[in-house]
């Protein structure tokens, strides 16, 4: 399936070497007399304008591929610093977008012959070949702008190509570059094909400019055309080898950054009524009633009671499992939130500590105090954790593999929430040769269905509880030649644990070798010889009150736990990290062949646990050695008299 790579391998590569052919048969379509002979029976220059026909499509088909305006479109918005380095790119910048734009215009001219060739006014064509390549102004000569191009793609500064100037760029601007809509690698890679193809569009013209004036009796210019011809094949296997000097070790993985506001439903969702923090007297934990021990002592209880009817008969019970008891101080203000996802909006203590936002602005403030029993024991008002199953509870997670149909492959996945259980949805569709995707055949596939009946008692769901409540961080990639074609989460040593289906692919032709699929999974656990470490969320916030932008900050063979918001700033009320619901999806849509699970956050707040993906690995495709003499003989050339 994942086949060696070879020269022909890819398009863009194919497509210099067929050129380079065609042009080669069509000067000795020319320059032979028999040949010519048969040309001149015909009309020569309709004739060569057909024998490059087939090349102008599949030039055509590249650039479809590419989608260049999504790619000038990210490279326009490089949020580059330090300002002496943003100046430096975007004078390159603007100057091979302006090579790219004039090689352009010029380049629709020849489509608009090549599509009409016995319609053609030749003294049009005259003239456009004129200006192409006698032009007295030297920056109007094509042969000058395939020049400038090629300077401007491997000398950038003294130590420079234009692909290691933005491989610095990423790795030292990789948080700024937040918002792209592909993956460093495939940008390169993409950037890599505008540029070829614009090198392909103007070699093209500037040969066909020597051919019509040959034809047209204004000198030889065979000469010419050899010098053209040398400079083509060095200067296009320079630019290649300069991308592959620095493609491999681009980043593949491709993540959604913070969006500019958050909405819950649209770009977080989070898990609610799991643990809560909650107001408990020591009186109710115990069977007997007592307030023998300290409010530390309580790291696990139950409810068992309500003593005298006192705060306990004002506020919601708790429904479970009573954890992680501290004590603050023994009497307090309590506002009661009228929010049913929250018991509490803030604790004010007589010592002047405050848990969570407090304000004046409270409808229903209750007065708790502690109280002593007799002499010795004083009975204690506890801040602990609530751990309690009820209707309004959404702590569930679909352990169902979402995997794509068979000859289609994932190329976007989100987490999302149907009823009150957790999904991980794909978007599938039809891949085409060399890492092209049917765009029409895009579609986000709904999850399987979990009824509402079967959440605690089906194996297909996952019940966090205070006991298992961890996500693991891993970041999964196929092996060479394969694509991904499913993910699936599952429970590892009561961890949720990311899996991947990928699938071998035939890359010169998109063929999904569909039941030779493999499941890929970091086994990993806390308890395993080299046991995955943990994130600690320290004093963790609401993540939607951080005012900046959250940062990367686990990494693979780690993992978390999902635990109330901080005391101090939350009063606990919260269920943190939430996740992040964007769609994790490239434009243009690409194979993938990896997909991870990670964590993003600032210190001192909770952060969102989101999906990544990886980019399929072209650079093992790219070579810029020259093909085997049979693999040249087969390029299929139109001979210009018969065409």
Known sequence: AGQAANPLDLLARRLQLKLAAQVADNWLALTEPQRYAILQAKDPLVQILRSFAPLVDQMAQLEANTEASLVEDQLNGLAVQPEQIRILWYRHWDKLRMYISETEQLYAYFTSFVQDPTGVNKNNVGEYVEALVLSKIKDNLIATKLQRLHETVVHVGQNFTLFSFISHLYHQNDEHLCGMSQSPFQLMYNLYNIIALTELKGYAMLQFAYMTLRINGQGNYTAEAEVAKNNFEKESKEKLASVLEVLPGMSRTYRK??????????????????????????????????????????????????????????????????????????????????????????????????????????????????????????????????????????????????????????????????????????????????????????????????????????????????????????????????????????????????????????????????????????????????????????????????????????????????????????????????????????????????????HKGRIGFGGFIGISVETYDFARHMSAAMPQLEQLVKMDTVRAEGA
């Open 257 to 598: 950054c913070d969006p500019k506001s958050h909405k819950e439903g649209e770009t977080f969702l989070a898990v609610k009524g799991f643990l809560q923090g909650y107001i408990e007297n020591e009186v109710d934990m115990n069977e007997l009633g007592t307030c023998k021990s300290k409010c530390s002592e309580y790291t696990y209880a139950e409810p068992m009671g309500c003593y005298r009817d006192m705060f306990c008969s004002q506020q919601r019970r708790c429904q479970g499992r009573i954890f992680d008891c501290e004590f603050y101080h023994a009497d307090a203000w309590v506002c009661m939130s009228n929010d049913p996802d929250r018991r509490y909006d803030w604790i004010e203590y007589e010592d002047g500590t405050i848990l969570g936002q407090g304000n004046d602005k409270c409808i229903n403030k209750i007065k708790v105090d502690s109280w002593w029993r007799w002499i010795f024991w004083h009975c204690s008002y506890c801040f602990c954790k609530c751990d309690e199953i009820t209707e309004r509870s959404e702590r569930y997670w679909s352990l169902a593999g979402a995997e794509a149909d068979p000859g289609y492959l994932v190329t976007a996945a989100r987490f999302v929430k149907r009823g009150k259980v957790f999904h991980i949805q794909i978007q599938q569709a039809k891949p085409v040769m060399e890492g092209g995707v049917h765009e029409e055949s895009k579609e986000w596939k709904e999850p399987a269905e979990i009824h509402a009946s079967n959440l605690t008692t089906s194996s297909m769901v996952y019940t966090m509880s205070y006991e298992q409540r961890a996500m693991d961080l891993d970041t999964l990639s196929a092996p060479e030649g394969y694509v991904l074609t499913g993910l699936k989460l599952r429970s590892v040593g009561s961890h949720l644990n990311l899996e991947i289906k990928v699938s071998p692919i035939r890359f010169r032709t998109g063929e999904i070798v569909s039941e030779q699929f493999l499941w890929i999974g970091n086994d990993n656990t806390p308890a395993s010889s080299k046991p995955r470490k943990r994130l600690p969320l320290v004093l963790p916030d609401v993540p939607t009150r951080l005012a900046g932008s959250n940062k990367v900050d686990g990494s693979h063979d780690m993992y978390l736990n999902f635990d109330t918001s901080s005391a101090l700033k939350d009063v606990g009320q919260s269920t943190v990290p939430y996740l992040d619901a964007q769609a994790v999806s490239l434009q243009p849509a690409t194979w993938l062949s990896g997909a991870g699970i990670y």
